[in-house]
């Protein structure tokens, strides 16, 4: 996303307060360059899903609403994320909206990925165009209303960007959910949506998946020692 | 006849490594990459560092409370103290005097602390639903912990 063109214009004070004001902005900056795989292996191991917690020799413990506002200053009170996945239809029409895609780019994007996916290279790309575009006009007179249309697509393609590769990472890393982009449409609410328990409900799922993997595939091993 | 007692810890032995292995390659079919973020083994690494004494850097406290700025960037990358044998060691004989149960108490000037942590039942994000249940984890927000419920009856299913 940051490259020799785009950075001068992504440090510009427009992009800075429009990213701050959805309270998500944070997100580019939390995170670890390193990941101890061996010390989140021994809390794993102790997950239990019903619980929804760490079973330790003391008693149990769990990540909760309020280590997501202290550690990830997200906001916990206010909307629920709710989404159902949406057809390919809806995505392109969600694209050409507002990330201001063009009919047959959109349609692009949607052959190119499994569902309605948006390719990060495909993101970049019009993050970049948009970006350039708003640069040209807002030199102009008279543009004002265009160069605000451009930066507020330009913003909503970052935030689906940047949404999917922190909070909502699929595993093959590649591409995002275009149905976040819903939560994007009007970007003075962004931050009524409660993304922290959106990241929580994430956390906790991913940890059901790797206790519940990780349980089947023990017993499997179990079969194979007893023959 | 074969004696019994070193057949069962050979089995365990075995269990144990079949065990570790399978962990390893749950976590190693996410596929790493720098130039993604998976934010949930970052918070999780964070939480466990500010909820256990003797893991993880001992500065993890600096520069929170003059700014606002979220905690987890603070954190310098670090290699583990343990190797992974001795972390599950650790974990396993930790007790209260291990656990820094309210790490947060102090920094709620800065982040106030929101009723609705305290809210126990089903989270939903999206289509999918899973328990919340803080009310087993009372003493992490400075409460007494009681005898816990079923959590089936703290969540019923849907």
């Given at each position: 996303?940051?490259?020799?063109?785009?950075?001068?214009?992504?440090?510009?004070?427009?992009?800075?307060?429009?990213?701050?004001?959805?309270?998500?902005?944070?997100l580019?900056?939390?995170?670890?360059?390193?990941?101890?795989?061996?010390?989140?292996?021994a809390?794993v191991?102790?997950?239990?899903?019903e619980t929804?917690?760490?079973?330790?020799?003391?008693?149990?413990?769990?990540?909760?609403?309020?280590?997501?506002?202290?550690?990830?200053?997200l906001?916990?009170?206010?909307?629920l994320?709710?989404?159902e996945?949406?057809?390919?239809?809806?995505?392109?029409?969600?694209m050409?909206?507002?990330?201001?895609?063009?009919?047959?780019?959109?349609?692009?994007?949607?052959?190119?990925?499994?569902?309605?996916?948006?390719?990060?290279?495909?993101?970049?790309?019009?993050?970049?165009?948009?970006l350039?575009?708003q640069?040209?006009?807002?030199?102009?007179?008279?543009?004002?209303e265009?160069?605000?249309?451009?930066?507020d697509?330009?913003?909503?393609?970052?935030?689906?960007y940047?949404?999917?590769?922190?909070?909502f990472?699929?595993?093959?890393?590649?591409?995002?959910?275009?149905?976040?982009?819903?939560?994007?449409?009007?970007?003075?609410?962004?931050?009524?949506?409660?993304?922290?328990?959106?990241?929580l409900?994430?956390l906790?799922?991913?940890?059901?998946?790797v206790?519940?993997?990780s349980?089947?595939?023990?017993?499997e091993?179990?079969?194979?020692?007893?023959? | 006849?074969?004696?019994?007692?070193?057949?069962?810890?050979?089995?365990?032995?075995?269990?144990?490594?079949?065990?570790?292995l399978?962990?390893?390659?749950?976590?190693?079919?996410?596929?790493?990459?720098?130039?993604?973020?998976?934010?949930?083994?970052?918070?999780?690494?964070?939480?466990?560092?500010?909820?256990?004494?003797?893991?993880?850097?001992n500065?993890v406290?600096?520069?929170?409370?003059?700014?606002?700025?979220?905690?987890?960037?603070?954190?310098?990358p670090?290699?583990?103290?343990?190797?992974?044998d001795?972390?599950?060691?650790?974990?396993?004989?930790?007790?209260?005097?291990?656990?820094?149960?309210?790490p947060?108490e102090?920094?709620?000037?800065?982040?106030?602390?929101k009723?609705?942590s305290?809210?126990s039942?089903?989270?939903?994000?999206?289509?999918?639903?899973?328990?919340?249940?803080?009310?087993?984890v009372?003493?992490?927000?400075?409460?007494v912990?009681?005898?816990?419920?079923h959590?089936?009856?703290?969540?019923?299913?849907?």
């Amino acid at each position: 996303m940051h490259d020799d063109d785009t950075r001068p214009i992504m440090a510009s004070k427009w992009w800075h307060d429009g990213l701050s004001a959805t309270g998500l902005s944070w997100l580019q900056d939390t995170s670890y360059s390193q990941i101890d795989h061996d010390l989140l292996f021994a809390f794993v191991e102790r997950w239990h899903e019903e619980t929804s917690s760490f079973h330790l020799s003391f008693g149990e413990m769990t990540v909760t609403l309020d280590d997501m506002s202290c550690l990830l200053h997200l906001p916990i009170d206010g909307m629920l994320l709710s989404h159902e996945t949406i057809s390919r239809n809806d995505m392109v029409d969600m694209m050409m909206r507002y990330l201001g895609s063009s009919a047959g780019d959109a349609l692009g994007g949607v052959t190119e990925t499994r569902g309605a996916h948006a390719r990060f290279n495909y993101l970049k790309k019009i993050l970049k165009e948009r970006l350039q575009l708003q640069l040209v006009l807002d030199n102009k007179c008279g543009m004002e209303e265009d160069v605000q249309r451009l930066r507020d697509q330009a913003l909503c393609i970052y935030l689906l960007y940047l949404v999917g590769i922190t909070l909502f990472t699929d595993k093959s890393a590649n591409y995002v959910d275009v149905v976040y982009m819903r939560y994007f449409r009007d970007l003075d609410i962004v931050f009524d949506f409660s993304w922290g328990v959106a990241c929580l409900s994430y956390l906790y799922r991913e940890l059901n998946h790797v206790a519940h993997w990780s349980c089947s595939q023990l017993s499997e091993y179990l079969s194979l020692l007893h023959v | 006849m074969l004696p019994i007692g070193p057949v069962v810890s050979c089995q365990n032995t075995c269990l144990c490594c079949m065990y570790k292995l399978t962990i390893m390659f749950v976590f190693s079919s996410v596929s790493f990459d720098c130039s993604y973020i998976y934010m949930w083994l970052s918070l999780l690494q964070a939480w466990i560092y500010q909820h256990f004494r003797g893991i993880g850097s001992n500065n993890v406290w600096g520069g929170y409370r003059d700014d606002m700025h979220a905690r987890v960037m603070f954190f310098a990358p670090r290699i583990g103290l343990f190797t992974p044998d001795s972390y599950r060691g650790h974990v396993d004989v930790l007790d209260l005097s291990g656990v820094v149960m309210a790490p947060h108490e102090e920094h709620h000037e800065a982040c106030p602390f929101k009723r609705v942590s305290l809210y126990s039942r089903w989270l939903r994000y999206g289509n999918h639903m899973v328990r919340y249940l803080p009310e087993r984890v009372l003493r992490q927000f400075g409460y007494v912990q009681t005898v816990l419920r079923h959590s089936c009856e703290s969540a019923p299913p849907q």
